[in-house]
């Protein structure tokens, strides 16, 4: 398998916890790389609402939703994994443009 995007890589690393995100964004900082940088925010914005989201519910005390909560996880986790191994640049269903958006510190 030849690797065509150099960000390939950096791309798949983010996806590998949110400790492999922050490790993804040093890999980034040179050369910089656009596919890269797409996945890794992302990737950071799965992380980041998985992690804001189990903390709420914990808070809360509905446990109930903890389950569909991974599902959600996994699900937009296993797609955006998937587009970085394709070499794809298409955002995450619902949430993906807004981290785009939101996340422009990434770079």
């Known amino acids: 398998m030849s690797q065509s995007n150099p960000g390939r890589t950096t791309a798949i690393v983010a996806?590998?916890?949110?400790v492999g995100c922050l490790i993804a964004i040093t890999m980034n900082m040179e050369p910089k790389n656009a596919f890269a940088r797409f996945h890794i925010r992302q990737a950071f914005g799965i992380h980041l609402v998985f992690h804001a989201l189990a903390i709420a519910l914990?808070?809360?005390g509905?446990?109930?939703?903890?389950?569909?909560?991974y599902l959600f996880?996994?699900?937009l986790w296993?797609?955006?994994f998937l587009q970085a191994l394709n070499e794809k640049t298409q955002p995450l269903?619902?949430?993906?443009s807004y981290f785009q958006k939101?996340?422009?510190f990434i770079s």
Not at 15 to 18: P, V
Not at 93 to 96: A, I, N, S, Y
């Open 15 to 18: 996806y590998i916890t949110i």
């Open 102 to 104: 939101w996340f422009t």
């Open 73 to 75: 996880y996994l699900v």
């Open 62 to 69: 509905i446990v109930y939703l903890s389950i569909p909560l």
């Open 93 to 96: 269903p619902v949430l993906g």
């Open 58 to 60: 914990t808070f809360m």
């Open 78 to 80: 296993g797609y955006g």
